[in-house]
């Protein structure tokens, strides 16, 4: 009984391949959020859905387009990939997006792009 | 200059030993200060969460926010192979608010 789960777990693609990544959550939390790790780990935002509702969409080239058909699924799909987009994408939810102490994270999906 | 900073290490530690791991922050709005473990190839879990200053302990960790130096800790008492892992510190302030991570300490507990 995974709270979040991603799907797949590993993706390699070559460039230039539009690909989506999936991300569910059974936790009834009302938010959702897409992160990306580099490969010096660090964490940074890319998205985050409220409700089904976009409410925070950082600087991300337009390739990235997030879609939140209910509050327990958000995912993401990204066209014309590139090797730059190379990573691991975090799918994280919490209970109240105004409060920042319980977010749960996927254990992510590895991208490669060759 | 990122908003957190953290020194990505690594450190490596002997077994008991008690291990401190530090950010700092430059956004003066931050409310929320969160330490997250991550362990190879997993996602980040949540650790530690404090809100203001003050500290807050959990059996063996002790995080420390003091929000005049804009300094984040964390000590781990008696460290454990178990404990190796990346230690992220986050910071967040009020409202629809996203966490931002320092880089990231990575820790290694030798038997």
């Known amino acids: 009984d995974t709270a979040v789960s991603q799907t797949p777990k590993y993706l390699v693609t070559q460039m230039g391949n539009d690909k989506s990544i999936k991300c569910e959550q059974n936790l009834g939390h009302d938010t959702m959020y897409w992160y990306k790790q580099d490969s010096k780990k660090f964490l940074k935002i890319m998205f985050s859905?409220?409700?089904?509702?976009?409410?925070i969409n950082e600087t991300v080239p337009n390739r990235f387009s997030p879609k939140s058909p209910d509050k327990a699924h958000l995912n993401l799909h990204i066209n014309s990939l590139e090797l730059g987009d190379s990573a691991v994408y975090f799918c994280a939810s919490s209970q109240d997006g105004a409060r920042a102490d319980g977010y749960t994270f996927g254990s992510g999906t590895r991208l490669t792009v060759v | 200059q990122k908003e957190v900073e953290q020194d990505p290490g690594p450190l490596s530690v002997p077994e008991g030993a008690i291990v401190s791991l530090n950010c700092t922050y430059s956004n003066s709005a931050f409310q929320y200060f969160m330490w997250y473990r991550q362990y190879s190839r997993k996602g980040p879990e949540l650790l530690m969460y404090t809100y203001s200053s003050g500290n807050k302990e959990d059996g063996r960790f002790t995080a420390q926010v003091d929000k005049s130096s804009k300094y984040i800790s964390l000590f781990i008492r008696d460290s454990q192979p178990s404990d190796s892992a990346t230690y992220l510190c986050?910071?967040?302030?009020?409202?629809?608010?996203?966490?931002?991570f320092g880089a990231g300490t990575r820790l290694a507990v030798h038997p």
């Open positions: 859905y409220n409700n089904k509702e976009l409410i």
């Open positions: 986050a910071s967040a302030s009020g409202g629809y608010n996203k966490l931002i």
